[in-house]
């Protein structure tokens, strides 16, 4: 009890609280990263940043991350009549099968490139970082920023990037948001796998998401806005 609000009523502490600009709010999940080299992997990633203004389509910083989605669609608020009506998410018997994606989110143009398969492992991200070399067969030197997923680290992965010229810049433990393609995914869920409708019909859940991607395709300023990565 603080001192100070003794002799108080309820209502009258809610006045004062109000006052002084409080007010009652749902907590959210927080964590801070423990990475102990925090701060030199966040100034890697920024000196390849730099590296994109002075040398733009000669250096490339790309930001990866994978995605994973059901046929099932999952649960979110959303508009629905006053009352006791709910938005109702479908369900369907049969397995709940997943689909993964990886995808890669251009930091300078917002140019998506994105490989969709029932399953994302080591010879997915093979294949993922010859992809991303040809989508950029002119650029001197590709970054992908990434996280600490351990088939990213695989031998024969790291192998991969080295064929391909690529440099693997991680981020720091449990930091993503550091990782503006985290913002894509969310648009995503949103737009698409948010209480979608689709849940007999697997091929066609996979195609809206192909149609949501491919936009990005040729790049978006609008995406690189809507990720943080250019403000206006």
């Known amino acids: 009890m603080i001192d100070w609000l003794k002799g108080h009523s309820v209502p009258?502490?809610?006045?004062?609280?109000?006052?002084?600009?409080?007010?009652?709010k749902q907590a959210l999940m927080f964590i801070r990263s423990p990475d102990p080299a925090y701060a030199s992997k966040q100034a890697a990633i920024e000196a390849a940043l730099a590296e994109v203004a002075q040398q733009p389509g000669q250096v490339i910083v790309l930001y990866l991350d994978e995605l994973t989605y059901y046929r099932?669609?999952?649960?979110?608020?959303a508009y629905a009549p006053c009352g006791h009506t709910q938005p109702l998410a479908l369900e369907a018997p049969g397995s709940n099968t997943q689909t993964r994606i990886v995808g890669a989110l251009n930091a300078l143009t917002g140019q998506v490139s994105y490989l969709q398969r029932s399953k994302v492992g080591k010879a997915a991200l093979v294949t993922f970082y010859a992809q991303l070399r040809?989508?950029?067969?002119?650029?001197?030197?590709?970054?992908v920023v990434q996280d600490n997923w351990p088939n990213h680290k695989l031998p024969?992965?790291?192998?991969?990037m080295e064929q391909h010229r690529i440099t693997p810049l991680f981020l720091p433990t449990y930091a993503s948001w550091l990782n503006p393609i985290e913002k894509l995914w969310k648009w995503l869920k949103q737009?698409?796998?948010?209480?979608h409708?689709?849940?007999n019909d697997l091929?066609?859940?996979?195609?809206?998401?192909?149609?949501?991607?491919?936009?990005?395709?040729?790049?978006?300023?609008d995406l690189i806005r809507?990720?943080?990565l250019l403000s206006d």
């Open 191 to 195: 737009r698409v796998i948010h209480l």
């Open 226 to 228: 809507y990720v943080g």
């Open 197 to 199: 409708p689709f849940a």
């Open 12 to 24: 009258g502490i809610s006045r004062i609280l109000k006052r002084m600009k409080f007010s009652h």
């Open 203 to 221: 091929e066609e859940l996979r195609k809206r998401v192909r149609d949501f991607l491919n936009q990005f395709l040729a790049g978006s300023m």
């Open 156 to 160: 024969e992965v790291l192998a991969a």
């Open 134 to 143: 040809e989508a950029y067969p002119q650029a001197a030197k590709i970054y």
């Open 72 to 77: 099932r669609p999952s649960k979110a608020p």
